[in-house]
């Protein structure tokens, strides 16, 4: 079993900057690439980013790519998402969530993902 738990969200000017913080819990969390979603007002769930156990083969939407980065510190058993120049756009409810497998790489959509935080609101105000 995993819990997760997002924090930093919060309102934010265009162009300004935050940075997003998932917690996990359990022995096996470092072991499970894990991806963020976000959920815009009225919209489904998005893809934003996702990253492999280790840290490697980050990628992300085409929406975020060269404005978000994101990380993780398996010691800490969290993972990051570094937001930068941020628009309306992105507002919403960024959630993260793990591979449903462990050491698999999930796919892009929340099919592929098993355990999921609650999320934590990110309004963007132009």
């Known amino acids: 079993q995993v819990r997760l738990s997002e924090s930093g969200g919060g309102p934010v000017q265009a162009g300004g900057s935050l940075r997003l913080s998932c917690s996990g819990s359990?022995?096996?969390?470092?072991?499970?690439?894990m991806g963020w979603f976000r959920q815009p007002p009225g919209k489904e769930n998005e893809f934003v980013a996702r990253?492999?156990?280790?840290?490697?083969?980050?990628t992300y939407a085409n929406s975020v790519k060269g404005r978000f980065i994101v990380s993780r510190d398996n010691a800490r058993k969290t993972v990051y998402l570094e937001m930068n120049s941020l628009k309306a756009e992105d507002t919403g409810v960024y959630l993260c969530?793990?591979?449903?497998?462990?050491?698999?790489?999930?796919?892009?959509?929340?099919?592929?993902?098993?355990?999921w935080g609650r999320g934590t609101q990110v309004t963007v105000l132009s």
């Open positions: 969530a793990t591979a449903r497998e462990l050491w698999k790489y999930p796919g892009t959509t929340a099919d592929d993902y098993g355990y």
């Open positions: 359990g022995h096996t969390f470092p072991y499970y690439s």
């Open positions: 990253l492999l156990w280790n840290g490697e083969n980050a």
